[in-house]
């Protein structure tokens, strides 16, 4: 039984509802009664777990196919959600990022996700090896801007170019999907250069969706390149010579994206305003010119010479603990309050020298002397 | 620090000994016992250790425990408000909710809002989103109790749970004739114990004495205001509204459950802070302390009540206070396993460890209560011919009378 009938979901999220189960709200009492029964919150059952690359050299990968409860507000190709596991024996809830590989999905719509399990990992490696069909998941709502703009249902000229490295091929994989299902009889309606990096052909995630797209008729080509072979700008000028005033999709390791940044002639975290788009795992660590001045966590009495490296990073490096979540600036997990200094946001390069601010430490890297209550 | 002992024990009402030194002392039998600065480290050192440990054992056991008594919070909480449609079970219904809000209040909403679950990464667990089933705002509670109270447990003048800044519990706190009333307050305060909680944060008694002023309490209001009409609104409007003709009954049951509540509250709470032999400590003494001191503080700051297991969950473990003020954070379903320790380690160090029965200690506190009313110099009341010298067996009967 699953509460998707929206009269009873304008119900579960009246006044009237949040009055009577005051301080506490309707969710906690829902989840007693079924996991699956939700007002607000979004939570999901793992229906299907598929094996995508067993991980020869590389950690394997797999594909978990989510029934999320009915609050689920359904998500746009390219987005990504915040999973939290709560992990067997520690029963500690952990919270990662991930992004969603299946097309757009409507409000309550059954959406996968494509994970590597990557050997620090706790959260990927926990849903990769271990989670089985039952298994219940706590979600945010889709995130993210990193999205497909064109509609899939409107044919235009308009071509777009997908840059993608490893695991990064989820977040654009979504956008092929959707544009092959939505668009007029299984074809993009435009044309889609899609070209991705992986480590080997064994280490390819959809290998045989994507041998069937490049394959078929359908407006996708597909250029994949293993091993060595690292983007190259000669190698997208190509393959698409006017490649600077075509929308562009990219998703991969910071590595990647430090280079495909370096072709479209923008800075890393200034992208606006041109046609490239980016998703990155890891903040691209660039510490523009030399770091200076010393970090201190006034709590611990730890402190050291800044190395340029994020405030989280320098805090590890120091034996600290802080609290960490995805480590990319989306989560809030990481925030602690900074006394005094100034520190740069390492996505957006902005600087800030409010004193008790509170930041970001895993995006943030100071400049200069910084003080940070930890 | 001030010891006050059961009167009909030892031979003086009251044994004040205050010391500015970094020494503390240490209430044996008949004499009292310095503990030294080594020693001091040392009892320290083992309860550092003691908490190291269970931090490490954290896991599955305890969470399973927590949601499993949320679980059953939950349970009771739908039970009576279900139960008020059926008039011939009122009683039961009125049971089942001062169950559930007993446990909403002590061993979930306490012990969560201390952030003894927060390690779970759970938000519904996490001491900065959870809110209790009374009108006092978890968020101010929070300061008051986490901060103020935890951290200068039993110093006069710091710690604003000594008498909730309304009674006399202390031979320290100057008698003046309104304490005359104690044992009023305290009936009003137990009660009314969740509005006394809420309106303990506007810390009226600093306001009366020039320390505060009004206007410092205007932050506080809008909180206050929210959670009350909040509270009022579900258990006094909506509630016995929608049980239809049935409205006075489901009124005056759901009146009966936070009484229920406030009474068990109050008692349980004044049991583990303010039995006899239970020590304040002065400001001097606690300046610059030591991690031991702290920890020895705590200790003779408390009381335990000893009872059986469903007794010690009702409390929310609160029966275990000694062990709750030496480790405030951690899992209270851990206190019970905890408390054989420490009161090895207290009887090596010949430390006096405060423990007995639910009756036992409430006859303590309401003794206290009483004798407090009365300043503490007898010639006060009593005039000098009448007294007999050297036996200073003014009994507490007499005093109360």
């Known amino acids: 039984m699953s509460l998707t009938a929206s009269p009873l979901q304008s119900l579960l999220r009246s006044r009237a509802l949040a009055a009577l189960t005051s301080p506490h709200g309707v969710d906690r009492y829902l989840e007693q009664v079924n996991p699956m029964w939700a007002a607000h919150e979004v939570r999901a059952r793992v229906v299907s777990v598929r094996r995508e690359t067993v991980g020869v050299d590389t950690a394997p990968v797999a594909t978990l196919t989510l029934q999320p409860t009915a609050t689920w507000g359904g998500h746009r190709a390219g987005q990504y959600v915040q999973v939290g596991v709560d992990l067997p024996g520690s029963a500690k809830r952990f919270t990662r990022c991930f992004s969603i590989s299946s097309a757009a999905s409507a409000p309550g719509e059954q959406f996968t996700l494509t994970i590597r399990a990557h050997d620090e990992g706790q959260v990927s490696s926990f849903l990769v090896a271990q989670a089985q069909p039952g298994q219940m998941i706590h979600l945010s709502q889709a995130m993210g801007d990193f999205t497909l703009t064109e509609s899939p249902a409107t044919p235009t000229i308009n071509h777009l170019v997908m840059i993608s490295g490893g695991s990064g091929i989820t977040p654009v994989m979504s956008m092929v999907r959707t544009l092959l299902r939505d668009g007029y009889d299984g074809r993009a309606n435009r044309k889609v250069t899609f070209l991705h990096y992986a480590r080997s052909p064994e280490d390819q995630i959809f290998a045989e969706e994507l041998a069937e797209i490049a394959a078929g008729d359908n407006h996708v080509d597909v250029h994949l390149r293993y091993g060595d072979r690292v983007f190259s700008e000669f190698e997208l000028r190509r393959l698409v010579p006017d490649f600077r005033d075509v929308d562009t999709w990219a998703c991969g390791p910071g590595g990647l994206i430090e280079l495909v940044h370096a072709a479209y002639g923008v800075d890393v975290g200034s992208a606006q305003g041109s046609r490239l788009r980016v998703e990155f795992f890891k903040p691209p660590m660039t510490v523009s010119g030399p770091a200076e001045g010393q970090v201190s966590f006034s709590r611990s009495g730890a402190g050291a010479a800044n190395t340029g490296a994020s405030l989280l990073e320098q805090a590890e490096a120091l034996g600290l603990e802080p609290e960490f979540g995805c480590r990319m600036g989306i989560c809030f997990s990481c925030t602690k309050t900074k006394t005094e200094g100034t520190v740069r946001n390492v996505v957006t390069g902005a600087e800030s020298s409010l004193p008790d601010e509170d930041i970001q430490i895993c995006v943030s890297a100071p400049v200069g002397d910084c003080v940070v209550d930890l | ?401």
């Open chain 2, 1 to 401: 620090m001030t010891i006050t002992q059961d009167p009909t024990a030892t031979a003086t009402a009251t044994a004040t000994a205050t010391t500015a030194t970094t020494e503390a002392r240490v209430p044996g039998d008949d004499q009292l016992r310095r503990l030294t600065t080594e020693q001091l480290d040392a009892f320290g050192a083992e309860m550092d250790a003691i908490r190291q440990r269970v931090l490490g054992q954290l896991g599955q056991e305890d969470a399973d425990y927590i949601r499993k008594v949320v679980k059953a919070q939950r349970g009771f909480e739908v039970a009576g408000r279900a139960l008020f449609y059926l008039p011939p079970a009122w009683p039961l219904a009125v049971a089942a909710l001062s169950v559930s809000k007993i446990l909403d209040n002590m061993e979930i909403g306490h012990n969560v809002m201390h952030g003894q679950y927060d390690w779970l990464g759970d938000p519904g667990l996490n001491s900065r989103m959870y809110d209790w089933d009374n009108v006092c705002p978890g968020e101010q509670w929070k300061y008051s109790h986490n901060y103020i109270h935890h951290t200068f447990t039993n110093i006069l003048g710091k710690d604003r749970d000594i008498g909730y800044g309304v009674l006399r519990m202390d031979s320290d706190q100057k008698w003046h004739p309104y304490y005359l009333g104690n044992p009023v307050y305290a009936l009003l305060l137990m009660v009314f114990f969740e509005w006394g909680v809420a309106m303990h944060d506007l810390e009226v008694e600093n306001i009366v004495s020039g320390k505060r002023s009004l206007e410092d309490n205007k932050a506080i209001y809008p909180g206050l205001m929210r959670k009350i009409k909040r509270q009022a609104l579900k258990d006094y409007v909506l509630f016995p509204a929608l049980t239809g003709p049935l409205f006075p009954l489901t009124f005056a049951g759901n009146a009966t459950a936070n009484l229920i509540r406030n009474i068990w509250a109050f008692n349980i709470i004044f049991c583990g802070h303010f039995p006899a032999g239970v020590a304040t400590f002065s400001e001097e003494e606690c300046e610059n302390e030591s991690r031991g001191h702290w920890y020895y503080r705590q200790l003779l700051g408390s009381a335990n009540i000893t009872g059986g297991k469903l007794f010690h969950v009702m409390t929310g473990n609160l029966s275990h206070q000694i062990e709750h003020h030496l480790f405030p954070d951690l899992p209270a379903r851990r206190y019970p396993e905890i408390a054989e320790e420490v009161r090895e380690i207290c009887d090596r160090y010949g430390i006096g460890y405060n423990e007995g029965p639910l009756g036992q200690q409430l006859l303590s506190v309401a003794k206290k209560i009483c004798r407090f009313a009365l300043p503490d110099k007898k010639s006060d009341l009593v005039p000098s011919f009448l007294r007999k010298p050297a036996a200073g067996t003014v009994t507490e009967t007499s005093l109360a009378a």
